[in-house]
């Protein structure tokens, strides 16, 4: 051994230069720790060689196969800084443990790698960095105790003013709280506020904070670490973060924030219930023992400081010329449900599992923060085209889909994922963010656990629907709806007249509306609970002045997942037909697979009540859902009704055929009856009628019909006898 190689041994280091992609050349071959290693990993060096193949490197050290792609792009640009792997574990055959790390670096243009030896200096350094570890994770337990504390008064404020409708109330209760609490008024003007939010603020009394414009300083000084909290706010969902602000006497505090809408019954917003704590001690602290604090309590991923400090600094570098990065932007769907329903430790359990899934489908050099509750973000660096996130996205989508199991429970989360890029050398990061934040917010519009590429046009769509949404409200108090009824058609000789009522809307500009236009707006909002209401009502009552009149009618109302859900349906139910003086028996209520999603044994009985009443289950879109089939044999319906898609592809599909047949056929052996809709054409009408479907609905027949039109028409609605002719 040459006293160079005795040298760098003694330094720990393994020098090893790429001769080509596909090999390396050992410079230190005499190096007898890295030898000896190789050998444990079941990779025997020779005395005399010198050339280790790439593909065996990667064999003996699996954790530098990823790390080659950063050393790949090190190389090829000379002027780059060293690129490193972070630290890693290798064990010997006898069990000791070895701590390398490899580094990427060239050296007159030549292509080195390095691989260091850290073990005899690693655990004196590891003792260090542990024992300040431990001083932060103390921290943070406490910060996150002071979260769950926060929560849980926001809770009971929200409850209070709901249950009580008094302010006052809450004035007294919270008034000596140790955390600050503001209640506002949309537009900023408040109406309450406690001791501590004056002592955070460090002004003299309660009238000069409420000289200030609190809601709009926090919403200004937070957006720019969330640049997505306006659009939250206003959209009516809860919202928590922590940020920099500005106290009355110019001093600087780090605030905790959590902002709750109140809404009333309608889904308009009312209040906002703002619950503060000052954690600046505890920032401090943190950046004192922590450095900066950048990882995450839960998830051990970098936090939100942590990732804005990163994404500007990649654009402080700039991007290299011809490839461009790209930002997703990863919600969890119902994450506040499971959270709520199981509990925050159950919930922490999750967001953990859900950070490893996406830390593990992603490259190495891409980067993966938890921006704090159930989002995450991952920066993806150099790619050459869209397809390269497309797949990711998906990927990532399919992972975070695979079941987990919380306290003996099996649950199946989904995500929905906003994506955009930039191929600008100087990008800016906050616009970005903003961008991603629109495509994922625009994901959960198409109905949650799917991905979206950013688009400008959606700077435009979160404006329409807060306008559309303020519209729905006048819309409700204004009883701007009405009902068009479509027949179902009879083929099996029944005289009593069917039909679906179908809710319009009454524009006052836009003229009439279909369902699309609004119905997924007034479902996010929670409208969809009063505009249920006044559709059940109305259908029973019309129904009932027909039956008034020796009209017989048996009418179906689509009933949403939220309403029934929602802890008052059975008691509307009830007084509604109570009220209206209709026959439960003529009732038929339709809902979706969607109803049994979740707490399934809860919806059954619910559904079992109802069905005591006399009212008729259908089973809505039948055949869209994968566990139809699963569902049907446990589920006390009484109609089923095959999705439209399938009724389509009649003419010219042999699947459409071959699984129409079979839903017909299995629904006759558990006496489910079958109504096919979206029957446009003779064709598909004879396939169903040969198959001895009861019911056909559709354009071939009726369009929805208003309300007066159906009544002047109601004995001439086709009918089919007994010898299967239309009359």
Not at 232 to 253: L, P, Q, T
């Amino acid at each position: 051994m040459s006293i160079l190689e005795g040298v760098i041994e003694e330094m720990g280091v393994v020098v090893l230069l790429r001769e080509s992609d596909a090999a390396f050349k050992l410079v230190n071959t005499q190096c007898t720790w890295f030898k000896a290693l190789l050998g444990s990993l079941s990779y025997p060096l020779s005395e005399d060689s010198a050339l280790i193949e790439s593909e065996s490197l990667c064999y003996a050290f699996p954790f530098i196969e990823n790390f080659l792609v950063d050393a790949a792009l090190a190389w090829e640009d000379l002027g780059a800084k060293t690129a490193r792997s972070g630290i890693w574990t290798e064990t010997d055959t006898s069990g000791f443990e070895y701590r390398l790390e490899a580094k990427a670096c060239s050296v007159n243009g030549a292509p080195i790698l390095l691989i260091e030896n850290h073990t005899s200096s690693f655990t004196e350094h590891h003792d260090v960095y542990q024992k300040a570890r431990d001083i932060a994770l103390l921290n943070e337990k406490l910060v996150s105790e002071l979260n769950q504390r926060q929560r849980e008064l926001q809770s009971d404020i929200e409850r209070h003013i709901l249950q009580d409708a008094s302010i006052k109330g809450v004035a007294d209760s919270v008034k000596e709280h140790t955390s600050a609490v503001m209640i506002c008024q949309p537009d900023g003007q408040i109406e309450m506020i406690n001791k501590a939010l004056i002592d955070i603020y460090q002004v003299d009394n309660e009238v000069d904070l409420k000289r200030i414009s609190l809601l709009d300083q926090w919403v200004s000084e937070a957006e720019k670490q969330y640049p997505e909290l306006k659009r939250v706010i206003e959209n009516g969902s809860y919202w928590e973060g922590e940020f920099e602000s500005k106290s009355g006497s110019g001093a600087d505090r780090w605030v905790r924030l959590t902002i709750g809408p109140i809404k009333e019954a309608d889904g308009q917003i009312t209040h906002y219930v703002c619950v503060a704590n000052d954690i600046t001690e505890f920032r401090n602290t943190g950046a004192i023992v922590d450095g900066d604090g950048g990882y995450d309590f839960t998830t051990h991923l970098p936090n939100r400081r942590h990732f804005w400090r990163h994404i500007y600094n990649v654009a402080e570098m700039g991007l290299t010329d011809g490839l461009g990065i790209g930002l997703m932007y990863i919600d969890l769907d119902y994450f506040k449900r499971v959270n709520d329903d199981l509990g925050h430790q159950a919930g922490d359990f999750l967001l953990s599992a859900i950070a490893s899934r996406i830390s593990r489908g992603v490259k190495h050099h891409d980067f993966v923060a938890h921006l704090g509750g159930d989002e995450f973000v991952v920066l993806v660096r150099y790619i050459e085209e869209l397809d390269q996130l497309s797949i990711i996205a998906d990927r990532l989508l399919v992972s975070i889909h695979e079941l987990l199991f919380v306290n003996g429970q099996s649950i199946s989360m989904t995500a929905s994922i906003g994506i955009t890029t930039s191929f600008e050398s100087n990008f800016d990061p906050t616009l970005l963010v903003r961008q991603a934040d629109l495509a994922m917010y625009a994901a959960k519009e198409l109905g949650k656990g799917q991905a979206r590429f950013y688009d400008p046009a959606m700077e435009c769509e979160i404006p329409h629907k807060l306008q559309r949404e303020r519209e729905l409200v006048d819309a409700i108090e204004r009883e701007e709806f009405v009902l068009h009824l479509q027949p179902q058609i009879s083929i099996s000789g029944d005289d009593c007249l069917r039909v679906e009522a179908l809710i319009r809307w009454k524009h006052p500009t836009l003229g009439l509306l279909p369902p699309a236009d609004f119905i997924i707006i007034a479902e996010d909002s929670g409208l969809i609970i009063p505009i249920g209401t006044w559709v059940l009502r109305r259908a029973c009552r019309f129904a009932a002045q027909l039956l008034n009149d020796g009209k017989k009618i048996n009418i179906a109302v689509n009933i949403s997942t939220k309403q029934l859900r929602h802890p008052d349906f059975y008691k509307t139910l009830t007084d509604i037909l109570t009220e209206e003086s209709f026959p439960p028996h003529l009732l038929e209520l339709e809902i979706t697979e969607s109803c049994f999603l979740e707490d399934l044994d809860a919806v059954i009985l619910l559904i079992q009540k109802i069905r005591k009443l006399g009212v008729t289950i259908a089973l809505d879109d039948f055949g869209t859902g994968f566990s139809s089939l699963n569902y049907l044999r446990k589920l006390p319906v009484d109609y089923l009704k095959i999705d439209r898609s399938f009724i389509q592809g009649l003419e010219i599909d042999r699947e459409s055929q071959a699984i129409t047949s079979s839903v017909i056929s299995l629904a006759s052996e558990l006496n489910i009856h079958v109504i096919a809709e979206g029957v446009e054409t003779t064709a598909q009408f004879d396939f169903l009628r040969c198959r001895k479907v009861e019911y056909v609905q559709g354009f071939l027949f009726y369009r929805p019909l208003p309300m007066n039109i159906l009544l002047n028409s109601f004995g001439q609605i086709k009918v089919f006898n007994d010898q299967n002719k239309l009359n």
